[in-house]
C-alpha cells in the first residue's frame, strides 16, 4: 500500500458565490471555482471569481478552472494574468489536446504568463479519464508534459459528464502508476471525476494528495446545490481512511 505523504485534501467545485458558505461549513480544502454547465472544466464568469475570492478572504485554497482547452488563445493568456494577479492558489487547465508538442507550447505559454507575474500560483495540468473516447493525450502523457513545462499538480478526471467515473475509465493499477510517476517527479497528484463517498477509500489507499467533487458534495445532481451535510460526510470518509492507514503502519 502506497502511504500517501500527506493526508489528502478535499476540493469542492462550487458554480455561485452562494454555495461558499457551504463548503466552508463543510471545511472542504480547497474551493474549486468552474462553471459546470459550460464543460467539465467550464470557466467561470470573473464577476463569481471576484466574489468567491472576496468572500473566502483566503481563508481556504481558491482554484479556478479555465476550460477544456484545445487551441492556445490570446485570451488563455489574459485569464491566467488576471488570475496570477488575484492570487489564486491554483488554475486547473484541461489537456482536451491530441498533439503532445502542441500541448506543450500551450502550457509554456501559460507557465510564461504565470511568471511574468512573480505569482505563486500552481497551474494544475489536467488528463482526462476518458482520454480513449474524445482522442486526447493519457494522463500518463500528462505527467510528462508537467515534467517538460516544470509543472507541479497532475490531475485525472472525466471530460464527459454522463455518470460514469474515472473508476469506470481506468484500472487501479493505471491510477497506481499515475500517483507513483507524480510523486518521483516531486508533483502532487489529485483525482476527480463522477467521484461518489464510496469511491474515497480507493483514492486515499491509492496516494491521491487531491480528491475532487463536484456531484457528491451535491444534493442529488451534478448541477444541483452544494450541501455542507454531505462535504462533512466525504470530509469524515477522508479523515478515517487515512487514521486506518496511519494505524496500520504504525501497528
Known amino acids: 500500500m502506497h502511504m500517501p505523504r500527506l493526508k489528502p485534501k478535499l476540493l469542492v467545485s ?7 458558505p457551504e463548503v466552508i461549513g463543510g471545511d472542504a480544502d ?3 471555482i468552474k462553471d459546470p454547465s459550460a464543460g ?5 464568469s470573473l464577476d463569481t471569481v471576484l466574489a468567491v ?12 478552472a479555465v476550460g ?25 487547465m484541461g489537456i482536451e489536446v491530441e498533439d ?17 507575474c512573480n505569482s505563486n500560483v500552481n497551474i494544475v495540468l489536467v488528463g482526462y479519464a476518458d482520454w480513449k473516447s474524445i482522442g486526447v493525450l493519457e494522463p500518463l502523457e500528462i505527467i510528462e508534459l508537467a515534467k517538460i513545462a516544470r509543472v507541479r499538480v497532475v490531475m485525472i478526471d472525466t471530460r464527459i459528464k454522463n455518470g460514469k467515473s474515472t473508476f469506470d475509465h481506468l484500472s487501479p493499477k493505471y491510477l497506481k502508476e499515475f500517483v507513483a510517476s507524480a510523486h518521483k517527479n516531486g508533483f502532487r497528484a489529485a483525482i476527480a471525476g463522477g467521484l461518489k463517498i464510496e469511491y474515497l477509500p480507493e483514492c486515499v489507499n491509492l496516494g491521491f494528495d487531491v480528491i475532487g467533487v463536484r456531484t457528491a458534495a451535491c444534493s442529488g445532481v451534478r448541477l444541483g446545490k452544494i450541501s455542507r ?23
Open 30 to 32: 480547497i474551493i474549486d
Open 53 to 64: 475570492i472576496s468572500k473566502v478572504k483566503g481563508y481556504k485554497e481558491v482554484s479556478v
Open 100 to 116: 503532445f508538442n502542441n500541448a506543450l507550447s500551450i502550457v509554456s505559454q501559460i507557465k510564461r504568463t504565470v511568471e511574468f
Open 229 to 251: 451535510e454531505a462535504i462533512i460526510a466525504l470530509k469524515t470518509e477522508i479523515e478515517k481512511q487515512w487514521k486506518r492507514i496511519v494505524q496500520s503502519l504504525d501497528s
Open 40 to 44: 467539465s472544466l467550464g470557466l467561470p
Open 14 to 20: 462550487i458554480w455561485t458565490v452562494d454555495e461558499v
Open 68 to 92: 477544456d482547452i484545445r487551441d492556445y488563445t490570446q485570451a488563455l493568456s489574459y485569464i491566467a494574468y488576471t488570475l496570477s494577479s488575484l492570487n489564486v492558489n491554483y488554475i486547473k
